[in-house]
């Protein structure tokens, strides 16, 4: 290609992708009609929008120095241009489809197909590392096949350069649930051992047929990664059993890099050096001719006019920095032990599992500081009467009652509440809930009680941050900024809007703030965690002989004290998490499985994070 390319240079097909702020369709350049490209279409707009500029850039730099080295498992980057509304990416066309379109097809793959693509997987990810790139994105949709079969990795969005990962984590990461790596979920880190991860996730799956971790939702997912909790459906050889039990282990330090996967003995008969073997496809490894992908039927359309990508969000990829920090906070800090593995690879000897790291944040100024009150003990717990108290802070709180004959959320009672409603409401009337809210000192002790000191020194019980009952809603809440609103609900009870008091409030002298640079959302899921360990310190009750014949495969869950409410899968995490006023990780939450028209809607997801409409 040469000269400066605009959009009537091409003839543009059909699409054949979507994303946040992009389409990929298929085109012709009008004066070489048998050239099919696919041609990226990145909206300027939504690329704005989305605050994706940057990473935009970084696709395109990637590219470029991925692609001087010419490896048949990158896909191409020909040449980029612009227009007023949009960027266009000239990439490479990929005719087999994706290599997730392969294993819905065929099911579990058999051994000759699935060895000689996971070895040009590894090739690719090991040319990628060389050369500094971190893909962070690896899952079968990205990995395309060509007409002969062979793989070509693409969507290079989510990458970066070893040289920025570590100043660019958790705020930018983007993945799948099925294929995020464990300690993207426990510690905010990722390098090129997450990429490792996601070869191992892609190896299982083109034994089993589906990903090694897929719960209900993304939280149950998250969940089965944190514990490595996947099972064998399908008969496997051992060596691969033992190759992916190598690679899906927490600690990011035990896993091979790309150079020792190759040395692995399952990969033992893989010529390396012979790149015209090695990158064969994998029709050309058989008598099987090429039947493994259907043939696209050509839509052209005449005009670029009819070019608008359309904002979609793609139905699995998150913004897994918001995750990064819920999943933080939900207290995620223990490392279990991995599945039993017949086999120890020669990498993991005399390394040191990775530890959290541990941010003390500087008290903020302007409030009466008390003394820090002493950590528990990790043997014993304390029984008096007076628990400990975590936080305690002034605050704006909005006390509103459930009445079931309100038909809609207002500031005299409300019957139902779902996120648009709360939103709608948050919205429209901020400065009516702002006026209306009293100022009060709120306390919350270890026990998960929270309670709030009115000026007359009246202290009140809200309710217990443990209690089944309870759902969590963030409207864009910050406390260093003194905007959005915290909202607490209580199932057919009440509902309470909490925003931070004004910097100049005053109080009563002999009532002081205590671990006011603590976070309220921090404080509630460190209560909530030291009622669980209490709760499972608890002796438990010997089954009786009736039902010792009968297995549980879930743990026993204490009735909870409020009156019944829908019915919540056994297998699930606590009700509660954050995920720091960025709405779309929730909101799939939110609509799969959890149907209601009532609280339990809410209750059953517990903590939601509100955008503004």
């Not at 079969?149 to 969507?155: A, E, F, N, P």
């Not at 983007?174 to 995020?180: D, L, P, R």
């Not at 060596?239 to 790309?258: E, F, G, K, S, Y």
């Not at 409030?367 to 304390?382: A, I």
Request: hydrophobic share 35%.
């Amino acid at each position: 290609m040469s000269g400066k390319r605009t959009p009537e240079d091409y003839v543009f097909l059909e699409t054949l992708g979507q994303g946040s702020y992009s389409t990929v369709f298929r085109a012709l350049e009008r004066n070489n009609s048998t050239k099919n490209y696919a041609v990226k279409v990145c909206s300027k707009r939504h690329i704005i929008q989305e605050k994706k500029v940057k990473y935009v850039t970084i696709e395109k730099d990637l590219l470029n120095k991925l692609g001087s080295g010419g490896h048949p498992g990158i896909v191409r980057l020909f040449c980029t241009f612009h227009d007023a509304e949009n960027l266009y990416f000239v990439l490479e066309y990929v005719s087999g489809g994706e290599l997730l379109g392969l294993v819905r097809k065929h099911g579990p793959l058999p051994e000759i197909w699935y060895k000689h693509l996971f070895a040009q997987l590894v090739d690719t990810v090991d040319y990628m590392h060389s050369h500094g790139v971190i893909h962070r994105d690896l899952k079968p949709e990205n990995v395309l096949l060509s007409h002969e079969g062979r793989v070509v990795i693409t969507d290079f969005g989510a990458a970066c350069s070893i040289t920025t990962a570590g100043r660019d984590r958790s705020a930018s990461f983007v993945g799948t649930a099925e294929y995020v790596a464990p300690e993207l979920l426990l510690y905010s880190q990722c390098g090129l051992s997450s990429d490792i991860w996601a070869l191992g996730c892609i190896l299982y799956q083109l034994t089993q047929g589906v990903p090694p971790f897929r719960g209900e939702n993304e939280l149950q997912t998250f969940e089965q990664i944190v514990h490595l909790d996947y099972k064998w459906r399908v008969p496997t050889i051992q060596q691969v059993i033992t190759l992916v039990r190598n690679i899906l282990v927490l600690d990011p330090l035990l896993r091979p890099t790309t150079k020792q996967l190759k040395q692995d003995p399952w990969l033992s008969t893989v010529n390396w050096g012979n790149k015209s073997t090695l990158w064969k496809g994998i029709w050309e490894l058989s008598d099987k001719s090429k039947n493994g992908h259907t043939n696209i039927q050509e839509r052209p359309v005449t005009t670029v006019s009819a070019i608008r990508p359309v904002k979609k969000k793609p139905a699995q990829t998150r913004s897994t920095g918001a995750i990064v920090e819920w999943r933080q906070k939900l207290g995620l800090n223990s490392v279990p032990s991995p599945p039993s593995s017949t086999g120890n690879a020669s990498f993991s000897s005399n390394v040191q599992p990775m530890q959290p790291e541990i941010v003390r944040q500087k008290p903020q100024q302007g409030r009466p500081q008390g003394p820090s009150p002493t950590p528990p003990s990790s043997t014993t717990t304390r029984s008096n009467s007076n628990p400990r108290i975590l936080k305690r802070d002034l605050i704006r709180a909005l006390e509103i009652p459930y009445n079931s004959s309100q038909g809609t959320l207002s500031f005299d009672s409300y019957s139902t509440v779902d996120d648009s409603a709360i939103t709608d409401f948050a919205t429209q009337s901020k400065s009516d809930i702002l006026e209306r809210s009293s100022i009060c000192f709120m306390t919350l002790d270890a026990k998960g009680n929270l309670s709030c000191q009115d000026q007359h020194r009246k202290v009140k019980h809200m309710i217990s941050i443990s209690d089944p009952a309870l759902s969590m809603y963030d409207f864009e809440f910050d406390e260093d900024t003194r905007t959005g609103f915290l909202i607490l609900e209580k199932y057919k009870t009440k509902l309470w809007f909490l925003s931070a008091a004004p910097p100049n409030s005053s109080w009563h002298n002999d009532v002081r703030a205590l671990n006011s640079h603590k976070s309220w959302v921090d404080s509630f899921f460190m209560a909530r965690n030291l009622a669980s360990t209490t709760e499972n310190r608890r002796p438990k009750s010997a089954p009786s002989a009736s039902s010792q014949s009968i297995p549980r495969n879930t743990p026993q869950v204490a009735a909870p004290k409020v009156k019944p409410r829908p019915k919540t899968n056994a297998n699930s995490m606590s009700n509660m998490m954050v995920s720091s006023s960025r709405y779309e990780v929730l909101h799939a939450l939110s609509s799969s499985g959890r149907k209601g028209t009532d609280a339990s809607s809410g209750a059953s997801a517990a903590f939601r994070s509100l955008k503004k409409k």
